[in-house]
T-cell receptor
Framework: AQKVTQAQTEISVVEKEDVTLDCVYE???????LFWYKQPPSGELVFLIR??????QNEISGRYSWNFQKSTSSFNFTITASQVVDSAVYFCALSEAGDDKIIFGKGTRLHILP | DGGITQSPKYLFRKEGQNVTLSCEQN?????MYWYRQDPGQGLRLIYY???????QKGDIAEGYSVSREKKESFPLTVTSAQKNPTAFYLC???????????????FGSGTQLSVL
């Protein structure tokens, strides 16, 4: 069965610090997709990144970077030089090819303190 | 601007009452979804629809009903059979007619439902 674990319920860091949000997943499929979404206080989730299981290249987008490691079934998200606007709940999600569902982790609430 | 509109933002339900949450999208997306979010929990799928006049149950469909009479609209009714309806409800859509699992989801801003 597929499962997503975000062990960090809540994290607080001071602005400009780097922070890493952990995501560990379980799946029996060889083809699957991983996602990160951001939920700011406004409520709507915003898509950040999608990665398929055959692409283990790390990705960087501005201050955001993602580290995908199949060997440890992890898809961690790092924010460099954090800003107050990064304060939100972040969700990691998994879907298996051929399945109609996307499974979300419980989310990590990130507080960036000024 | 294209997007997903959910209304109302806050909704209160009395005991034994059915309430309907609205979700409208102008993205011309085929698939639409309803998720429930409880504090400290991930999103759980209630119902989804791939095409007009068709929908499937998600993981927690009991006590809820939906309709998909128009491509742009996917209302959710929380019935009196749902004994613990207090939650944040999110509507989403994706481009494909089939719920392609590599599709990203576009979300509305949610409805907070509370029981009086």
């Amino acid at each position: 069965a597929q499962k997503v674990t975000q062990a960090q319920t809540e994290i607080s860091v001071v602005e400009k610090e780097d922070v890493t949000l952990d995501c560990v997943y379980e799946t029996r499929d060889t083809t699957y997709y991983l996602f990160w979404y951001k939920q700011p206080p406004s409520g709507e989730l915003v898509f950040l990144i999608r990665r398929n299981s055959f692409d283990e290249q790390n990705e960087i987008s501005g201050r955001y970077s993602w580290n995908f490691q199949k060997s440890t079934s992890s898809f961690n998200f790092t924010i460099t030089a954090s800003q107050v606007v990064d304060s939100a709940v972040y969700f990691c999600a998994l879907s298996e090819a051929g399945d109609d569902k996307i499974i979300f982790g419980k989310g990590t609430r990130l507080h960036i303190l000024p | 601007d294209g997007g997903i509109t959910q209304s109302p933002k806050y909704l209160f339900r009395k005991e034994g009452q059915n309430v309907t949450l609205s979700c409208e999208q102008n993205l011309n997306h085929d698939a639409m979804y309803w998720y429930r979010q409880d504090p400290g929990q991930g999103l759980r799928l209630i119902y989804y629809s791939q095409i007009v006049n068709d929908f499937q149950k998600g993981d927690i469909a009991e006590g809820y009903s939906v309709s998909r009479e128009k491509k742009e609209s996917f209302p959710l009714t929380v019935t009196s059979a749902q004994k613990n309806p207090t939650a944040f409800y999110l509507c989403a859509s994706s481009i494909g007619a089939r719920v392609a699992t590599n599709e990203k989801l576009f979300f509305g801003s949610g409805t907070q439902l509370s029981v009086l």
